[in-house]
């Protein structure tokens, strides 16, 4: 059983990983908690918790800068933010229902797992956000990154490394990250009745167009019918969804527009900001997936054409999925029962695309993600790269061993 | 500026080199004449000269892995080139290495609108992407300065920015997939034309490498379509302090616009006397606003603008009325370096990174340097994301170089002090080299390094760039930390 470290300050965790790597003693770093069970299990002799680095150190609106400590609560920074009418762009999900957790999510975790929702297909992902960093490596030592400025080409860009690497490089103290304006004005355009490769293509032509859209999604009927939204729940049919934001009047003359185009492929209807606002947090929540508890959850990251394929072949043995990122991200619930208990689906799933695309088990039970790759499995040479920077961190694998691949 | 002594060991080697590598790459794309390599002595940063050992322009990846091997089993350095269009010194061959040439690179691969992505080879120019996907309405983001020269594999090396990068990010916001050879010949493929790839994120950390951890061989860029439209105003002030306030509350009010740039007296009269934009000789600073969207939306923004500009105490405001007029107003801004070049026999191009809010302050403390130094220098800027161009106005043949190269560094550190950063998009190259401890500790740099050791364990690509001090690898690994406190007995656990 590991036993728990709370350091009270980034003073204290190069103490105790300075000392753990010397001592080779194994460390879980934990934020908040919120993301436990997305990625490999992890079995360590000592459990840090970050929580004592809390608190928004700089935030300056018309900068478009904040800074905070790893561990502060994404819902703290993001109700700062609004107050100045200011968000972070990557639209970061909460997978609080997904996982069935009340747990606060962390600005650290958040930028540690690289999360972004449907705003990711125009504004980036969290990585493209991340500024700058300070954290302590695997060998003990306090480093720093980047900076407050948008524009740095000085020396290696860490926080890009650090995005997605799941607390196996370092632990982050303290990020800064690129705020931006919220929209004036939301709109959400609606298409009805589409198979899935017509609302791929309807998607590339909207994201293809002028009109800036900022999110792209397709629910076939039985997951739209799973909406809070009544226009959605209600259509009785697929629905295919497209954001537009910013100021009032572009807003108005691009929703028109975009109703021209979708309307010459189907009936077409239109969603305020409130409801906008729902339909999106349910596509980034997983929210139309979270009827079947027991259900393995994937996420797969593909050529945007090629989703209606791959989510075909993925859903062969059974299972619902749906659409964000024009087509290009695949969100799937497979049935428990249905498909093989041994691989949670990954053969069916990853065999869907052929190796040009990511997967990622997002959900399943604890033996099922210490026996399969959660994430996808990469060629020779490039894991043998990647198991050098991690050793270039974390010479004697002391963090998160084994959160991300068997290795490291 | 010093560089690491060439290594007789491969010095010696020459004649061997070259034989092997006409084995690779045969007929004319081994070059070792004399005469010939002068045309690669030196990048973008003309400053500083040296002749490589022998230039190599490979046509395929094989080749390129197989002269990646051979220089490492062999210990000769390599220093990768794209167009040569750097203004760090990132490209400046080595005497004891060679010039690894990708200008044969050139080929569009793959154009696919309905995945908005584009597939090149890393010697085709920015501007090449562009003006392939124009005729359907659609182009590549960023838009460095020197867009029509450069090449997109230098960009990804610099991560290059542009006039446009405020609203749509610089290149590594813009990059789908990358294909890279490493020193051992092997490989990699990183993205595809899918977002996120997963697993450590070594296209970002590529992107601003400045050719240091691998060679890239093939890039796939996000496309994007054309704006319906575009206008740009021309605001002038009587201040740099009016003007830079006027950036801050333009985004303060939740506008990002297009491109966003400030020009200094300086800049004005010398761009104005080279390009006639008409741009107003009276004003102190000059900032050039674009806009882009719909035409209502670009309307209803430029009314914005131009209050705010108004509050700020603006004293002119010229809205372009066409396509020609927003490409002339352009023009002066793209034109400002030669344009300095025309009234300077040289200039120095510094590309330090500030928080928007210090730039008065940075640009009077400029002002009193500029005077201590007895240089003069013009500034450009990126206001609407930070980033400095101060060109420092001198003459290499009255002696002035070296005063310049601390007129500059001084102009670093100020960026530094007020809590900017070195570089915003020029990359450090030798230029900033050794003000990187300016910024960084030893720790901060060491760690660096050693991710550089995961891709170059023998230190052979790009050395004596970024890095102010080389160290081994095993070096670098061995270095201990300090043990740290045992069992915390003052540390609360539960």
Same mark, same amino acid.
């Given at each position: 059983?590991?036993?728990?470290?709370q350091?009270t300050?980034?003073?204290?965790?190069t103490?105790?990983?300075?000392?753990a790597?010397?001592?080779k003693?194994?460390?879980?770093?934990?934020g908040?908690?919120?993301?436990?069970?997305?990625?490999?299990?992890?079995?360590?002799?000592y459990?840090?918790?970050?929580?004592?680095?809390?608190?928004?150190?700089?935030?300056?609106?018309?900068?478009?800068?904040?800074?905070?400590?790893?561990?502060?609560?994404?819902?703290?920074?993001?109700?700062?933010?609004?107050q100045?009418?200011?968000q972070?762009?990557?639209?970061?999900?909460?997978?609080?229902?997904?996982?069935?957790?009340?747990?606060?999510?962390?600005?650290?975790?958040?930028?540690?797992?690289n999360?972004?929702?449907?705003?990711r297909?125009?504004?980036?992902?969290?990585?493209?956000?991340?500024?700058g960093?300070?954290?302590?490596?695997?060998?003990?030592?306090?480093?720093?990154?980047g900076?407050?400025?948008?524009?740095?080409?000085?020396?290696?860009?860490?926080?890009k490394?650090?995005?997605?690497s799941?607390?196996?490089?370092?632990?982050?103290?303290?990020?800064?990250?690129?705020v931006?304006?919220?929209p004036e004005?939301?709109?959400?355009?609606?298409?009805?009745?589409?198979?899935?490769?017509?609302?791929?293509?309807?998607?590339?032509?909207?994201?293809?167009?002028?009109?800036?859209?900022? #999110?792209?999604?397709? /629910?076939?009927? *039985?997951?739209? %019918?799973?909406?809070a939204? $009544?226009?959605?729940? !209600? @259509?009785g049919?697929?629905?295919?969804?497209?954001?537009?934001?910013g100021p009032?009047?572009?807003?108005?003359?691009?929703?028109e527009?975009l109703?021209?185009?979708?309307?010459?492929?189907?009936?077409?209807?239109e969603?305020?900001?409130?409801?906008?606002?729902?339909l999106?947090?349910?596509?980034?929540?997983v929210?139309?997936?979270?009827?079947?508890r027991?259900?393995?959850?994937?996420?797969?990251?593909?050529t945007?054409?090629?989703?209606?394929?791959?989510?075909?072949?993925a859903?062969a043995?059974?299972?619902?999925?749906?659409?964000?990122? #024009?087509?290009?991200? /695949?969100?799937? *619930?497979?049935? %428990?029962?249905?498909?093989? $208990?041994?691989?949670? !689906? @990954?053969?069916?799933?990853?065999?869907?695309?052929?190796?040009?695309?990511?997967?990622?088990?997002?959900?399943?039970?604890?033996?099922?993600?210490?026996?399969?790759e959660?994430?996808?499995?990469?060629?020779?040479?490039?894991?043998?790269?990647?198991?050098?920077?991690?050793?270039?961190?974390?010479?004697?694998?002391?963090?998160?061993?084994?959160?991300?691949?068997?290795?490291? | 500026?010093?560089?690491?002594?060439?290594?007789?060991?491969?010095?010696?080697?020459?004649?061997g080199?070259l034989?092997d590598?006409r084995?690779?790459v045969?007929?004319?794309?081994?070059?070792?004449?004399?005469?010939?390599?002068?045309?690669?002595?030196?990048d973008?940063?003309?400053?500083y000269?040296s002749?490589?050992?022998a230039?190599?322009?490979?046509?395929?990846?094989?080749?390129?892995?197989?002269?990646?091997?051979?220089?490492?089993?062999?210990?000769?350095?390599?220093?990768?080139?794209?167009?040569?269009?750097s203004?760090?010194?990132?490209a400046?061959?080595?005497?004891?290495?060679?010039?690894?040439?990708?200008?044969?690179?050139?080929?569009?691969?793959e154009?696919?609108?309905?995945?908005?992505?584009?597939?090149?080879?890393p010697?085709?120019?920015?501007?090449?992407?562009?003006?392939?996907?124009?005729?359907?309405?659609?182009y590549?983001?960023?838009?460095?300065?020197s867009?029509?020269?450069?090449?997109i594999?230098?960009?990804?090396?610099?991560?290059?920015g542009?006039?446009?990068?405020?609203?749509?990010?610089?290149?590594?916001?813009?990059?789908?997939?990358?294909e890279m050879?490493?020193?051992?010949?092997e490989?990699?493929?990183?993205?595809?034309?899918?977002l996120d790839?997963g697993?450590?994120d070594?296209?970002?950390l590529?992107?601003?490498?400045?050719?240091?951890?691998?060679?890239?061989?093939?890039?796939?860029?996000r496309i994007?379509?054309?704006?319906?439209t575009?206008?740009?105003?021309?605001?002038?002030?009587?201040?740099?302090?009016?003007?830079?306030?006027?950036?801050?509350?333009?985004?303060?009010?939740?506008?990002?616009p297009?491109?966003m740039?400030m020009?200094?007296r300086?800049?004005?009269?010398a761009?104005e006397?080279f390009?006639?934009?008409?741009?107003?000789?009276?004003?102190?600073?000059?900032?050039?606003?674009?806009?882009?969207?719909?035409?209502?939306?670009?309307d209803?923004?430029?009314?914005r603008v131009?209050e705010i500009?108004?509050?700020?105490?603006?004293?002119?405001?010229?809205?372009?009325?066409?396509?020609?007029?927003?490409?002339?107003?352009w023009a002066?801004?793209?034109?400002?370096f030669?344009?300095i070049?025309?009234?300077s026999?040289?200039?120095?191009?510094?590309?330090?990174?500030?928080?928007r809010?210090?730039?008065?302050?940075?640009?009077k403390?400029?002002?009193?340097l500029?005077?201590?130094?007895?240089?003069?220098v013009?500034?450009?800027?990126?206001?609407?994301d930070g980033?400095?161009?101060?060109?420092?106005?001198?003459?290499a043949?009255?002696?002035?170089l070296?005063?310049?190269?601390?007129?500059?560094?001084?102009?670093?550190?100020?960026?530094?002090?007020?809590?900017?950063?070195?570089?915003?998009?020029?990359?450090?190259?030798?230029?900033?080299?050794?003000?990187?401890?300016?910024?960084f500790?030893?720790?901060?740099?060491?760690?660096?390094q050693r991710v550089k050791?995961?891709?170059?364990?023998n230190?052979?690509?790009?050395?004596?760039?970024?890095?102010?001090?080389?160290h081994?690898c095993?070096?670098?690994?061995?270095?201990?930390?300090?043990?740290?406190k045992?069992?915390?007995p003052?540390?609360?656990?539960?």
């Amino acid at each position: 059983m590991a036993e728990d470290l709370q350091p009270t300050d980034a003073g204290q965790v190069t103490e105790m990983l300075a000392w753990a790597a010397g001592s080779k003693k194994t460390v879980e770093l934990v934020g908040g908690g919120s993301k436990a069970a997305l990625g490999r299990v992890v079995e360590t002799d000592y459990r840090l918790h970050l929580s004592a680095l809390d608190g928004v150190n700089l935030y300056e609106p018309e900068e478009l800068v904040l800074r905070a400590g790893a561990a502060t609560s994404l819902g703290q920074i993001q109700a700062m933010l609004a107050q100045q009418r200011q968000q972070l762009a990557f639209e970061p999900p909460d997978f609080g229902d997904l996982y069935g957790t009340t747990k606060e999510q962390t600005i650290g975790g958040v930028l540690a797992a690289n999360l972004a929702g449907p705003r990711r297909l125009k504004a980036g992902a969290a990585r493209d956000h991340f500024l700058g960093l300070e954290g302590v490596s695997g060998r003990g030592a306090a480093f720093k990154s980047g900076g407050r400025v948008v524009k740095n080409v000085t020396g290696y860009d860490l926080c890009k490394l650090m995005a997605g690497s799941f607390g196996t490089l370092a632990a982050l103290t303290e990020v800064t990250v690129k705020v931006l304006p919220s929209p004036e004005k939301i709109r959400t355009v609606l298409l009805f009745a589409q198979d899935d490769a017509a609302a791929i293509t309807a998607m590339s032509q909207a994201a293809g167009s002028p009109h800036e859209v900022s #999110a792209l999604a397709h /629910l076939p009927a *039985a997951i739209a %019918a799973r909406s809070a939204v $009544s226009y959605v729940k !209600g @259509a009785g049919d697929a629905v295919t969804a497209v954001r537009v934001e910013g100021p009032g009047p572009s807003v108005e003359h691009r929703t028109e527009a975009l109703r021209r185009q979708w309307g010459a492929l189907g009936a077409v209807e239109e969603l305020h900001g409130h409801n906008s606002n729902i339909l999106w947090r349910e596509i980034a929540n997983v929210a139309p997936l979270l009827p079947d508890r027991d259900a393995i959850v994937w996420k797969l990251s593909v050529t945007p054409s090629l989703g209606a394929e791959v989510m075909r072949g993925a859903l062969a043995a059974g299972g619902a999925g749906y659409y964000d990122w #024009a087509g290009g991200l /695949l969100w799937l *619930a497979l049935p %428990a029962n249905e498909i093989s $208990s041994e691989d949670g !689906g @990954a053969g069916l799933v990853r065999g869907a695309f052929g190796g040009a695309g990511h997967a990622t088990l997002m959900r399943g039970p604890e033996d099922l993600r210490a026996s399969v790759e959660v994430f996808q499995p990469t060629p020779p040479a490039l894991a043998a790269l990647s198991a050098r920077i991690k050793d270039a961190f974390d010479p004697h694998g002391i963090l998160n061993p084994g959160r991300m691949h068997g290795a490291f | 500026m010093l560089m690491p002594k060439p290594e007789g060991a491969i010095l010696a080697q020459r004649q061997g080199l070259l034989t092997d590598l006409r084995e690779i790459v045969p007929g004319e794309g081994v070059i070792a004449d004399n005469v010939a390599l002068r045309a690669y002595e030196s990048d973008g940063l003309s400053a500083y000269r040296s002749v490589p050992l022998a230039v190599v322009l490979p046509e395929t990846v094989p080749q390129v892995a197989a002269i990646m091997q051979l220089c490492e089993r062999r210990g000769i350095k390599v220093v990768p080139r794209g167009a040569g269009t750097s203004l760090s010194g990132g490209a400046l061959p080595l005497e004891d290495g060679i010039i690894l040439g990708l200008g044969k690179f050139n080929r569009i691969l793959e154009i696919d609108y309905e995945n908005r992505a584009v597939r090149v080879q890393p010697g085709v120019t920015n501007l090449g992407i562009s003006l392939a996907v124009d005729d359907n309405g659609f182009y590549y983001a960023p838009d460095p300065s020197s867009q029509i020269a450069c090449s997109i594999g230098g960009n990804v090396a610099e991560n290059a920015g542009g006039v446009h990068c405020l609203k749509y990010g610089v290149t590594t916001n813009n990059l789908l997939g990358l294909e890279m050879v490493l020193l051992s010949g092997e490989v990699i493929r990183l993205g595809g034309k899918h977002l996120d790839s997963g697993g450590y994120d070594l296209m970002g950390l590529l992107t601003g490498s400045e050719g240091l951890l691998g060679v890239v061989t093939e890039i796939t860029v996000r496309i994007l379509k054309k704006p319906e439209t575009a206008r740009a105003v021309l605001i002038g002030f009587p201040s740099s302090e009016q003007a830079g306030d006027c950036v801050s509350r333009v985004i303060g009010a939740g506008i990002i616009p297009g491109g966003m740039e400030m020009m200094d007296r300086a800049a004005i009269h010398a761009s104005e006397e080279f390009c006639h934009a008409g741009y107003p000789l009276e004003a102190e600073a000059l900032l050039i606003v674009e806009l882009d969207g719909p035409g209502r939306e670009v309307d209803h923004l430029i009314d914005r603008v131009g209050e705010i500009a108004t509050q700020c105490g603006s004293t002119s405001l010229r809205i372009s009325q066409n396509e020609e007029e927003r490409a002339a107003f352009w023009a002066g801004r793209k034109a400002a370096f030669p344009a300095i070049g025309r009234i300077s026999p040289d200039y120095m191009c510094m590309d330090g990174t500030i928080p928007r809010n210090r730039l008065a302050e940075v640009l009077k403390r400029m002002a009193e340097l500029s005077e201590h130094h007895g240089l003069r220098v013009a500034n450009v800027f990126h206001a609407g994301d930070g980033n400095l161009h101060p060109l420092i106005l001198f003459d290499a043949n009255a002696g002035e170089l070296e005063t310049a190269e601390k007129f500059g560094a001084d102009i670093l550190r100020l960026c530094v002090e007020v809590g900017g950063v070195l570089s915003g998009e020029h990359g450090i190259g030798i230029e900033k080299r050794d003000l990187m401890a300016e910024v960084f500790t030893e720790e901060d740099l060491a760690q660096q390094q050693r991710v550089k050791c995961a891709f170059d364990p023998n230190g052979r690509l790009n050395p004596g760039k970024v890095f102010p001090v080389l160290h081994r690898c095993a070096e670098l690994g061995k270095m201990v930390v300090h043990q740290g406190k045992i069992p915390f007995p003052d540390i609360p656990r539960f």
